[in-house]
């Protein structure tokens, strides 16, 4: 069993930043790949990044690269989110997963366990 407990969540005015941080427990977290998601009210919950266990690879969804960040601690058992430029758009519930692999994934099908989202909310 993995816990997953995000924060760094808020209000931000468009164009502004924000860090979120995810601290996992119950599992050998360097073999465990992590990943981001975000659902937004009336849609379906997307990706937004995932990292391998090692922290060596890392990939995103086409629309945010370049202004979000994924990046993990392994010594801190925490992975983060940073968000720059940040959009009306990125308004959204971010949730943080964990895969029972090293290996990411960007489905959110092949994430066993889910923290329970911190909120963004990026006003205009």
């Known amino acids: 069993q993995v816990q997953l407990v995000e924060s760094g969540g808020g209000l931000v005015q468009a164009g502004g930043s924000l860090r979120l941080s995810c601290v996992a427990s119950?599992?050998?977290?360097?073999?465990?790949?992590m990943g981001w998601f975000r659902q937004a009210p009336g849609k379906e919950r997307e990706f937004v990044a995932a990292?391998?266990?090692?922290?060596?690879?890392?990939t995103y969804a086409d629309s945010l690269k370049g202004r979000f960040t994924i990046s993990r601690d392994n010594a801190k058992n925490t992975v983060y989110l940073e968000m720059n430029s940040l959009k009306p758009e990125d308004t959204a519930v971010y949730y943080c997963?964990?895969?029972?692999?090293?290996?990411?994934?960007?489905?959110?099908?092949?994430?066993?366990?889910w923290g329970q989202g911190t909120q963004v909310t990026v006003s205009s």
């Open positions: 119950g599992r050998t977290f360097s073999r465990t790949a």
């Open positions: 997963a964990a895969r029972a692999g090293s290996d990411y994934s960007t489905e959110i099908y092949e994430y066993n366990y």
């Open positions: 990292i391998r266990g090692s922290g060596g690879s890392t």
